[in-house]
Each structure stands twice: as C-alpha cells, then as structure tokens.
C-alpha cells in the first residue's frame, strides 16, 4: 500500500484540479510513476485531456483496506461523496455526490451517470445502478467527472463515474485474496493477468458473504471477470466479460419506537430480497488512422435479470360481500389527513372505500373462502414480487484528433445508439405475517394467492441516439478553452400486456435535446484554475412514466399505474476549481451552482414510504463548496477537507407525505432544503509509514444532518449529524505476501444515515404499547472489524 495517496491526490490537483476526500498518505512519490486516467468522453481512456476530470483513484487505492465494496469506497475516499444506507447491505447503498444520487433503488432522482470500460451501467428500466454487479477487485481506477458534463449523455446531472477495469498489460501477476470479519464476512478473490507484449489477458473469480449486522440479512455475491486485449503498433483491442449471480437483502429503515425494545439490528417485516443476474459483454477497439487521428468504437450487450421479494404489511383486509366472505382493498381513515382525502378521493365512509379483490384465475365474484380455508382475518401480510429482464445493446464511436498550429485543437465527433428491451412483471400475493410475539420473526408465509389488480406486465422497447462534438483548445502554455456539445434524441414506447385502452400503461414518449458546455483552464507553476459551464439532461425512465398519476399511486417496485406525462430534466451547472501543488504541499477548492429545472422526485402516498408516484418540480438548486489539503512529511501525511452543499426546492409545491407527523399536504417553499441531503462533512486523515512494510491509517469524518424524507417542508426534526473513526493496517511481510486490518467505526457510535415516514402501528400495535411515531431511521453500521491476506505467485 505505497503510493494510492500520492497518484490520487498529484492527478487531482496537477491534471483535474480538485482533491479527493481522504487522499491517504504517499510515501516514496518520487519513485512513482502516474497512472493514465479516463479523459473526457466515455470512449478516451486513451486521451491525454483530463482537464475535466474530478478526482480519480488508482489501482493501489482500490483495495479491501479502504472499503469492502464500491460504494463505501467512494464514500470514504472522495469529497462531497455521501451514502444513505437506506437498506443496511454493503452493496445497495444510495451514493450521493454534490446533491445527486446514484441509487439501486427505485423512487430516487437518479442524477449520475456510470459507465464500465465506456458502456453506460445504469439500467435501463429505472437509471438506478447496481453496486453488487461492478467488481471492485478487478477495476484499474475510478474517475469522477464534476458537473452537469453533457458529453456523458443522459443522467450526468451532477456527474458522471467512469470505471476502468485492469487488462493484462495493467496487471501480470497471479494473486489470491482471502478476507473475514464478524457478522459472518468471508470471501475470496482469484485474479491473473498477463501479456506476451501483444496479447493480453486478465481474469478475476470472486465470492463473498455476510451474515449482516442486523436480524435475517444475509447476503452472497458471486462475479466473474475477465478482459482479452490485443495491443499492435497503431491499434488496441479490448473484450470484456462480466458475469454475476448475486442474492441480497438489505431489510430497510426501522421505527425509532421499535429501537429501545429490539435494539438497533432489528427488522420491521421480512424478507427485503434482491436477486441480479447480470451477462455483460463488450468490445472495444481504437486505430490510429494517422499520427494525429484516432478512431474509436464500442459495441455491447448486456441482460440483467433482477427479482425482488418484499415481506410487507397488509392493505387489505376482511370484509363482508354479497357473494361471501372475502378480502377487501382497504380506504384511508388516517383522521389526520382528512385534508389529503379530500383532493384525493372523496368517499362517503370507510366501507364505501373499501373493494372487494378479484384474485388471480377466478372470476370477479368470487370470495376467498371459496378458494382457501384460511380465514381472511389472518391475512395481515403480503408477499410482493417483482422480475425485471434488462436487454440492452448499441454501439457507439469517436474520432478524435490533433491539429497543431499557433494553437493547438484537441477535437472528438462521435455518435451512437443504444437500445433496450425491458420485461417487467409483479403481482401481489396474501401472506401471514408473524408478528404475533415479540419472539416473532415478522417474516410472511405466502398462500399462493394473488391479488389480480396488482399484477403488472409491461414490455418497453427504449432507444437513445446521440451525435457529440468537442474541441480543447492550448491556446498558450499556461491557457486552455473547451467547448463541446451533445443532441439526444428518445424514444420510449411502453406496451401493457394486461390491459388496453384507456387505464393501461401503453405510451409513447419521444425526447430531443441539445447540451452544451464551455470552460477555460489557467495553469502556471503550482496553480491551476478551471471555470465551466455545463448542461446536461435525462429523459424520464419507464418506470418514473409508469408511475406518475397522484389519483392512483404504485408500489415501488412492484405496481405501475397509467401515465400521464414527465417532462425530461435539464441541469445547468456553472463550477470555479482552485489547485496550488508545489512541493510537498497540496492545496485544492472548488465552488459550483446547479440548477434544475423540472426535476422529478418521487411523492410518498401511502403507508409505507415505498408507496406513491413520480412528478417533476418546477425548479430545484444544488450549490456548494469543497476544500481540500494535504501536507507531506517523510514518513507522514495528513489530509483534511471540507465540503458544505445546500440542495433546495426553488418552486412551491405541496408533499403529499400522509404519514409526515404533522399531517399530508404539507406546503413547500422556494428555498426549503431537499430531504437526504446532508448539508456539512469534515473529514481528517492521516497516514504514517511505521515501519518499512507497516503503514498505518486512520480517518475522521464528520457528515451533518439532514431532513426525513416525506419532510421537504423541512418542518419537523432532523435525524442528527455523526462523526465516525475508521483505522487500517497493511504489513507487507514480503513481496508474496500482504496483511491487512480494518476496523470501521471504531467507538462503535450509533448514528442514523437517513430518516423517513410510514406507519408502523399496524404490525407492532398488539406487541408494544408505545410504538406511536411514523418516524423510520436507517440506522448505522456498528463497529466492524475486517481482514484480508493476499498471496501473490
């Protein structure tokens, strides 16, 4: 572990301009050599401009000691990078940067984009990106790209991370990784890499799994990876294959009333399942048409398959009918949003709100005891299921250039298409929830029935276009300019395999839109100073258009509704970055504005906060600023940073929000701050070689409070900031052999990552007399303790 500090921090500040979070310690730098970094499209991992490019982590950084998984990596290395563990799983967290998110969950306004060896990771059903399908071990360096960079396409509204992934002229060794810890950690990586000079080839196997900190959460993740390379005197090949088969749950937020009594691991209801299954594969391949011409091209294909099993409460419940006992589809009788009810519905009684459900393979009219022997009475649960098939494919290319002269033009035309074909099933099943005792694992036991007015079968073809052009312009040693561009066009054609007709999910949605960005670089001696203007769009995903009628909110991510129109986000991004390296000093700042305009969030609707409907908000802002530095000694460096974001609403709007413990139809103002978003983080670090072979680490980071969702009134109590202590260890014994120590909140602080609304009384009532709050908290990780040894032959 010697040099991951100093390739990090001396690229951010020399080339990109912006420090890290926690660039950790460098020792020996002057011996180091830099690493190549993605440059300023998808396709440039072979440009030498990366004046646009954020912060960047090199191999050497990318490593168990700092993080077990990609998403708490990030979070740990990176400035104003932040995670909600919104479902307590190392591998599903929200990552949030600069305000925006990048999310496996849907009902989040995902405003970042990914891509893996230049093809786009999100998904195309929902742009939400599945941390647990990108295996860490095997990547090469990860670059963040600040702004609303519209080169970058569709979803780089705050930013976008680019993934480079070793190949066997990056990596030649053969190299075993085996790691363990408390809540059942285990796992273990194979990966061998290697070249005769003009083929290579790199191969990495892994496997993990937990237990879980907190009650029923195991998880396993099993990833596949491997690259074929070919390297000529004026060409570059690359094939790339990724597979995985991963089980996950990550059992959510609790009620803060169920804490004292179960303690901080416990579980609501039970299970939060998910299930990916990804085939990815891709081709990459660059000429050098002349000495000052290049031609690049990507083509992929890439399927996955994603199920989910949520273990929930009931709303549904027994009735009476004319044609016999049976379950009905409860109404609101919350007297506390009385106001809600009325611009929602307007029913004369409870009763007449209630309808009778028509369950699957039977007719309208038939009851539920003429299909089960159990009493209707006892079904206070439900089993919902989702399956998601992602089949997407495209191509894209770049020509880029040089022309020299009294200036100097770095120019990139490209284009390309991508296209996906989506299948999306879900349905209800009435299950038995166990939650009669406290002993109870609140866990449900389906019954093979189902719920004929939830099922949803939607079949979406979507396809992108895209025509991009940029020109970096040296118009001196000290001056730089760039301009550039990107059209997308959309086309979103939604059909419903159930119904037609008018209350079907059948659409067709075009978008078009043209991005533009300008900037100029000053770099003299130790400083740099970069300004630019960015826009960038998304258009709305198919399940944001399938769940956008207030009248008739879904459950994420099971049931979709008919869809009145979203409009596409623009973001406009203006951004000042400061960096001054000189000696062992490292200095970098930065300040950025980014409004939004109609961008879409999703508003809580019902029970649980999962339940409700997507809808654009006339105008929102994110604006902030980032400091970094970091100070060298012989066998010592430390670091500290700051960052503070203040993410606002700029339009009035009213939040649905029925179980906000004031009451729904809460009123937001222009200027109130946006739930999730904490405003403040600190962080210090230092790095001290002890020995030769021993280098030790420790951080501290600070990250403020924020707002509950369901909150955007911003009316009610935060959930409070937390400071954590994390150290790491690595010995190397020899040049074979590596140890490693982690131990993550060292004085095990209890904290809250995020909060949010639902009813709880319903499942804990007749367990606990107290449990009055509609407050949920994703409670943090506790002190964890993880190892590794790594044996390289």
Excluded at 46 to 68: C, E, R
Excluded at 169 to 178: A, R
């Amino acid at each position: 572990m010697t040099e991951r500090a100093f390739k990090r921090s001396l690229i951010a500040l020399t080339v990109s301009s912006v420090l890290p979070l926690t660039a950790h310690a460098a020792v020996n730098w002057d011996e180091q050599e830099l690493i190549e970094v993605t440059g300023q499209t998808p396709l440039s991992a072979y440009n030498g401009d990366n004046s646009q490019v954020n912060a960047t982590l090199g191999s050497k950084d990318i490593n168990l000691v700092n993080g077990g998984s990609l998403a708490r990596l990030l979070d740990s290395e990176l400035l104003s990078v932040s995670i909600n563990d919104v479902t307590n799983n190392p591998f599903q967290p929200d990552v949030q940067y600069r305000g925006f998110t990048a999310s496996p969950l849907l009902g989040l306004p995902q405003g970042l984009s990914v891509y893996l060896n230049g093809t786009r990771f999100n998904e195309p059903f929902g742009d939400t990106v599945n941390w647990d399908l990108v295996p860490m071990t095997a990547l090469d360096n990860v670059s963040i790209v600040s702004g609303a960079n519209p080169l970058f396409g569709q979803n780089t509204l705050g930013g976008a991370l680019s993934l480079r992934s070793k190949t066997g002229f990056s990596f030649t060794d053969n190299k075993l990784t085996v790691q363990g810890g408390n809540f059942g950690q285990k796992g273990a990586t194979v990966e061998s890499g290697g070249n005769n000079g003009e083929w290579g080839y790199y191969v990495n196997a892994s496997f993990y799994e937990e237990d879980g900190w907190r009650d029923f959460s195991p998880s396993e993740v099993k990833q596949l990876f491997g690259t074929l390379s070919r390297q000529t005197k004026d060409s570059r090949t690359q094939l790339t294959l990724s597979l995985a088969d991963n089980d996950l749950i990550g059992n959510g937020a609790i009620p803060v009333d169920l804490i004292p009594h179960e303690g901080r691991d416990a579980i609501y209801t039970r299970p939060d399942q998910t299930m990916t299954n990804l085939t990815f594969v891709s081709l990459n391949h660059e000429w050098d048409l002349s000495d000052s011409v290049e031609l690049a091209v990507n083509v992929y294909y890439r399927e996955n398959e994603i199920e989910t099993y949520n273990g929930d409460d009931s709303d549904y419940g027994e009735c009476e009918t004319e044609f016999g006992e049976t379950l009905c589809e409860e109404g609101d009788d919350d007297d506390d949003n009385d106001e809600a009810e009325e611009d929602a519905v307007d029913d004369d009684d409870d009763e007449e709100g209630e309808t009778p459900v028509q369950f699957v393979g039977y007719l309208p009219e038939v009851p539920l005891e003429d299909i089960s022997d159990i009493d209707p009475d006892e079904l206070d649960g439900t089993a919902n299921t989702s399956l998601t098939q992602n089949r997407s494919y495209g191509a894209s290319f770049e020509l880029s250039g040089t022309k020299a002269g009294d200036k100097i033009h770095n120019w990139v035309f490209g284009g390309g298409i991508d296209r996906a074909n989506i299948d999306f099933n879900s349905r209800t099943e009435f299950a038995i929830l166990a939650n009669d005792t406290a002993e109870d694992t609140r866990g449900v036991t389906g019954i093979g029935v189902y719920d004929a007015g939830s099922e949803v079968f939607l079949r979406t073809d979507v396809t992108h276009y895209h025509l991009l052009l940029s020109d970096t312009i040296t118009l001196s040693d000290e001056w730089q300019v760039w301009v550039s561009g990107r059209f997308n066009r959309s086309e979103i054609k939604m059909m419903d395999q159930i119904e037609t007709g008018e209350g079907s999910l059948n659409g067709d949605h075009t978008f078009n839109r043209f991005n533009p960005s300008v900037g100029v670089q000053y770099h003299r001696d130790a400083l740099t100073l970069t300004a630019s203007y960015s826009q960038s769009s998304r258009t709305p995903s198919p399940a944001e258009l399938s769940c956008a009628d207030e009248d008739d909110p879904c459950k994420l991510p099971n049931g979709f509704v008919a869809d009145p129109p979203l409009e596409q986000v623009v973001t406009d991004t203006l951004e000042l970055r400061l960096a001054w390296a000189e000696d062992n000093l490292e200095l970098a700042g930065a300040v950025y504005h980014s409004d939004s305009e109609d961008d879409i969030i999703f508003q809580q609707a019902g029970d649980r906060p999962s339940v409700g409907y997507f809808v654009n908000v006339d105008n929102t802002r994110r604006q902030g600023a980032e400091v970094a530095g970091r100070y060298h000694f012989d066998t010592l460096s430390l670091g500290a940073s700051a960052s503070y974001l203040k993410a606002t609403f700029e339009s009035e709007f009213t939040s649905f929000s029925p179980q906000n413990p004031l009451g729904g139809n809460r009123q937001v103002q222009a200027g109130d701050r946006i739930p999730g978003q904490p405003a403040f983080q600190t962080g210090f670090d230092a790095d001290w070689q002890a020995m030769e072979n021993l280098t030790l680490s420790a951080t501290v980071n600070y990250t403020g409070g924020q707002y509950f969702r369901g909150d955007e009134a911003n009316e009610n109590r935060k959930p409070g900031g937390y400071t954590l202590v994390d150290v790491s260890a690595s010995w190397q014994l020899s040049e074979a052999l590596e140890l490693g120590l982690r131990v993550d909140n060292v004085f095990d602080k209890e904290f809250e990552t995020f909060g949010t609304y639902g009813e709880a009384g319903e499942v804990l009532e007749g367990i606990y007399d107290d449990v009055e709050s509609t407050e949920f908290v994703g409670v943090g990780q506790p002190r964890t303790f993880s190892a590794f040894a790594s044996w390289v032959f």
